[in-house]
Every structure is written in C-alpha cells, then in structure tokens.
T-cell receptor
C-alpha cells in the first residue's frame, strides 16, 4: 500500500522569504501523480501544484515549485516570496495513475500525508 | 465554471440519527470522491463514484454509504451516527475515469462540517 509522509508538523517563514516543505512517499508503482494541496482556515482544500511521475521536469506555478526526486521518492514544495495569505495547512498527496476497481482499497484515490502547518510572520 | 458545491455546510445531529450530505461536481466532471477529515485520523478516503457506480471504497463501516445520480451529483449517507463521525466531509470531483487512462486532478468542495452530539 502506498504511504505519504510529511515529517514537519509545523513550519514558520518570514514574509517575502522562501520556505521548503518536505514530503516523502512509498510506492511500488512507476506511474502516478503527486499533488500539494493547501487548506486555509476556511477548510477549503485548494490545489497548489501537480506533478506527473513520468515527467522529469519539476512543476512550477508562479511562486510555487517542487523538487521531485523519483528515485528517492521525495516531493518537496518550495514557496518563494512568502505572503501572509500562504499561511495554511499544506497536504502532500499521492494518486495512482492506473484506475482499477478495487473495493476495500484506495487505488486511484488520493492518499494524503498528515499535513504541515505553515505560519507566515509579517 | 462553478466549482464543487456541497450542502449543507454545517450540520448538528445526535447519536443514532442518520444524515445525508450532497455534492454537486464541476460541470462535465463525472467522477466524485468523498473524504473524511478528522484531527486524529487526518484525511481518509470514503468512496468514489463514476457513472452512478461505486468504483472504490475505503475502509469504513457499512453505516457509510453513497450514491451518484445520472447528472453526476452525489450523496453520502451515514446511518446510526456515532460521536466519532464528527468530522469535515469533503467531496472532490475529477474529469477522467477510464480504466488504464491517466487520472485527472481532484478538485474539492468547501466541505460539510458534521457535529454529532
């Protein structure tokens, strides 16, 4: 079974600085998706960035970028020029690319880490 | 394009009652998944529907059930509520569900906060 681990329960960053959130995962599959979701106090889960495992190039979205190390099964999120609005819980998630009917399993659905609470200091 | 909508947003029930939560996916999305979020267990997958059929099910008791309608809207039902069912229930929709084809990104609704007293 796949697992996702976020080893930093809490992180803090100064406004305008850069912060990196860590995520590691375990899988025997070769084809999958990785995501970072942001959950602010409103509890709305917002997609930050997505990476497809078959792509070697790291995904970027404006101030957000990832460092995807497939062999090491590592998927960190870098937030540049941090803003107050970046304060939230950040969840790393894994999703298999092959969708199989599997009652009792979780293939094809998101497997989340426990989350990292990011605080941004003004 | 409107996002995923969930109703109601807040709900208070007592033990033993049942509850039904509703989710309308993004227009054109045919796959709907449900997740439970609690402080202790984090985010856990409940079930996934596509074309009115349950495709995947997480490790939850039979008190948790769901269905999907022909317009892709989905409902989940929890019978005989227990205190431990208090949680945020999140619905997510995605575009692709074809066996062997790459899965789409899941987009989440605002959630339904259920409190069981």
């Amino acid at each position: 079974a796949q697992t996702v681990t976020q080893s930093q329960p809490e992180m803090s960053v100064q406004e305008a600085e850069t912060v990196t959130l860590s995520c590691t995962y375990d899988t025997s599959e070769s084809d999958y998706y990785l995501f970072w979701y942001k959950q602010p106090p409103s509890r709305q889960m917002i997609l930050v960035i997505r990476q497809e495992a078959y792509k070697q190039q790291n995904a970027t979205e404006n101030r957000f970028s990832v460092n995807f190390q497939k062999a090491a099964k590592s998927f960190s999120l870098k937030i540049s020029d941090s803003q107050l609005g970046d304060a939230a819980m950040y969840f790393c998630a894994y999703r298999s690319s092959s969708l199989v009917m599997n009652y009792g399993g979780s293939q094809g659905n998101l497997i989340f880490g426990k989350g990292t609470k990011l605080s941004v200091k003004p | 394009k409107a996002g995923v909508t969930q109703t109601p947003r807040y709900l208070i029930k007592t033990r033993g009652q049942q509850v039904t939560l509703s989710c309308s996916p993004i227009s054109g999305h045919r796959s709907v998944s449900w997740y439970q979020q609690t402080p202790g267990q984090g985010l856990q997958f409940l079930f996934e529907y596509f074309s009115e059929t349950q495709r995947n099910k997480g490790n939850f008791p039979g008190r948790f059930s769901g269905r999907q309608f022909s317009n892709s809207r989905s409902e989940m039902n929890v019978s005989t509520l227990e205190l431990g069912d208090s949680a945020l229930y999140l619905c997510a929709s995605s575009l692709n569900y074809v066996a062997g084809i790459r899965a789409g990104t899941q987009y989440f609704g605002p959630g339904t906060r259920l409190l069981v007293l």
